[in-house]
């Protein structure tokens, strides 16, 4: 497994607590590998990341021998900035074209991003427009893996985003190469640090609803003639 993980601060490294993979996990940042030990190169913030807990569960359960991350995630960002014509998109790309120079080819885009969007008031359409337009650049590149989109709206006192929310659930599309992420939303205040941020009881259950929502989408997958997924496959 190779993914892209990008987006806000629950897609970096703002959880309570920092953790160190036990399997055979990497990153990949701008030409160079790591150990997958948080905080994560490629994301801001220094505590600990959702990432290096999926690809223990990943490989713990025998899905994938190996996982690659390659992070692009910085907090308090909206989907515009991550659109063309946005402060985040060249970086974004440049990330891809890094991981692609070294010989890696994305299975897996991996998308958690949306709260700031709810306090920002972004209507459904807009977001809606943003991602495609972001996912249509990431095509361009030359990225045909499937990207996986979380409903994240909730952060602080700031309640679930019910726009954010149609808008994230409306993108799914298979034949676009789109599927449902975790509804994160769905961990409250109890599972959050600060309310926004995940605690270390957050952190294991974000990653699990990431692992129950690839392997949602992994099992309804059509298979090829000798049985592989179509959209990357356990291995």
Do not use: K
């Not at 959880?15 to 190169?41: C, I």
């Not at 600990?48 to 992070?71: C, K, M, N, Q």
């Amino acid at each position: 497994m190779v993914a892209l993980v990008f987006g806000q601060s629950n897609a970096a490294n703002w959880g309570e607590t920092r953790y160190q993979a036990h399997w055979r996990v990497r990153v990949f940042f701008r030409g160079r590998w790591f150990p997958a030990r948080d905080p994560l190169p490629g994301a801001d913030g220094t505590g600990g990341s959702v990432w290096t807990r999926l690809g223990d569960l990943l490989i713990g359960a025998r899905h994938y021998e190996r996982v690659v991350w390659v992070p692009a995630a910085i907090g308090a960002t909206d989907i515009a900035q991550w659109a063309p014509g946005g402060r985040l998109h060249e970086d974004l790309l440049r990330n891809v074209r890094a991981a692609q120079r070294a010989g890696l080819r994305f299975t897996h885009l991996l998308w958690h991003q949306g709260e700031s969007d709810a306090v920002l008031g972004t209507s459904e359409a807009e977001y809606r427009e943003r991602f495609l337009s972001m996912l249509a650049a990431l095509r361009a590149q030359g990225v045909r893996a499937p990207v996986f989109v979380a409903v994240a709206t909730r952060c602080g006192r700031y309640p679930p985003n019910e726009a954010i929310r149609r808008a994230q659930q409306s993108l799914v599309n298979p034949e676009l190469g789109i599927f449902a992420g975790p509804d994160t939303d769905q961990l409250d205040a109890s599972y959050r640090h600060d309310g926004c941020h995940f605690s270390t009881r957050g952190l294991q259950a974000h990653a699990q609803l990431w692992f129950e929502a690839l392997a949602r989408a992994e099992a309804s997958a059509p298979r090829d003639t000798q049985g592989a997924v179509a959209i990357g496959g356990f291995r």
